[in-house]
Every structure is written in structure tokens, then in C-alpha cells.
């Protein structure tokens, strides 16, 4: 599928989606529905039950031995929920994701997400596992979560680029 699919029958909705990383097209769907800011951050995969290959077959065939190019390995996602009108008080969006959220972590899809609220009405969606080398979950901390510091001193954007970089893959490995 090339985008998230919604049905609405009176005060409930059917979300489906199908893609290599089901979860951000049903956030990007859920969002254009409803008009919603949710911003959406997987988990680094990095293990054979998240990902697979995705190498062009002829390369493939030629470099059988090479690492090859991945992919995230999701597939077919579907949840169902309250139309955010039919929910009383104020926090129909966050009930929603919630929903949303907790129907994609039983989906048996790549990764374990959980929903944040941020500043101004807005909700990020962030991964908060993945599958280890055994398939079993291990919990990882949102890429954007790391602290950053460095000393203060004169230097150019790529040697401040080249900091920050350093300072996430070290905490990403």
C-alpha cells in the first residue's frame, strides 16, 4: 500500500496499513485524517527479526557473500478505534494513539513504540524496543532523547556536526 487506509462506520474507524514500517504510514495517515502534529521515531533496528534483505537480486546473485542492502521487515498492520469526536473530554488524540500504539505492539510488526505528548498539542510517536541477535525485546532510549554537550569553543558546522554524530553513535551502540 502506498498509504494508510481509513474506514469510518458511525463511531468507529478502521485503520489498515501495509508497508516496510506499517507504523509510520498509519501515523502519517491517522495524522492527515484528523489534522494531527504527531511526529514518529523508530528504534534503531539491528537484528535479522526486524529487518530483511532488500538487495537488488542481480547484485545479489553476483556478490553472494556481501552484506547487501536491509530494510525494516513490517508488514500488514490493521487497528480499529473511537472516532475522536464519539470520545468525551479532552484528550481524544492521545486516546487514540494510545489505541493505535497498543494494537501495533500485539501486532507481532517491528518494533515496540509507546506515544509522548510534547509542547503545543503535539504527540510523538518513538521507539522504545527492538528485537535482540535471540528475537527477544530489548528496550532501547529514543534517539533524539540523548543529551548533547560539548565545550564551548570556535569551530566550523561539520566539526560540530561531527560531535554530535560521535556523541550518538556512542550511545547507540
Known amino acids: 500500500m502506498s498509504a494508510a487506509a481509513l474506514q469510518h462506520q458511525g463511531q468507529a474507524a478502521t485503520l489498515k ?21 504527531v ?19 542481480g547484485w545479489r546473485a553476483s556478490h553472494p557473500t556481501e552484506k547487501g542492502a ?4 513490517g508488514g500488514l498492520f490493521e ?15 492521545e486516546r487514540v494513539l494510545e489505541k ?5 505492539n ?5 518494533g515496540k513504540f509507546a506515544v509522548r505528548q510534547q509542547a503545543d498539542g503535539r504527540y510523538a510517536v518513538v521507539g522504545v524496543a527492538r528485537k535482540d541477535d535471540t528475537g527477544k525485546d530489548e528496550v532501547v532510549s529514543a534517539l533524539l532523547d540523548t ?3 560539548f565545550p564551548v ?3 566550523d558546522a561539520k566539526a560540530t556536526l561531527n560531535l554530535i554524530v560521535d556523541t550518538l553513535t556512542a550511545n547507540t551502540a
Open 17 to 37: 496499513a501495509n508497508a516496510p514500517r506499517p507504523l509510520m504510514q498509519a501515523v502519517e495517515g491517522i495524522s492527515e485524517e484528523y489534522g494531527w502534529i
Open 39 to 57: 511526529d514518529f521515531e523508530d528504534p534503531l533496528y539491528r537484528s535479522q527479526f526486524d529487518l530483511a534483505d532488500s538487495t537488488d537480486p
Open 147 to 149: 543529551a548533547i554537550s
Open 106 to 110: 500485539s501486532s507481532g510488526n517491528p
Open 79 to 93: 487497528s480499529n478505534f473511537p472516532e475522536p469526536s464519539s470520545i468525551p473530554g479532552a484528550n481524544a488524540e
Open 70 to 73: 536491509l530494510r525494516v521487515s
Open 153 to 155: 569553543q570556535r569551530r
Open 100 to 104: 493505535l500504539i497498543a494494537d501495533y
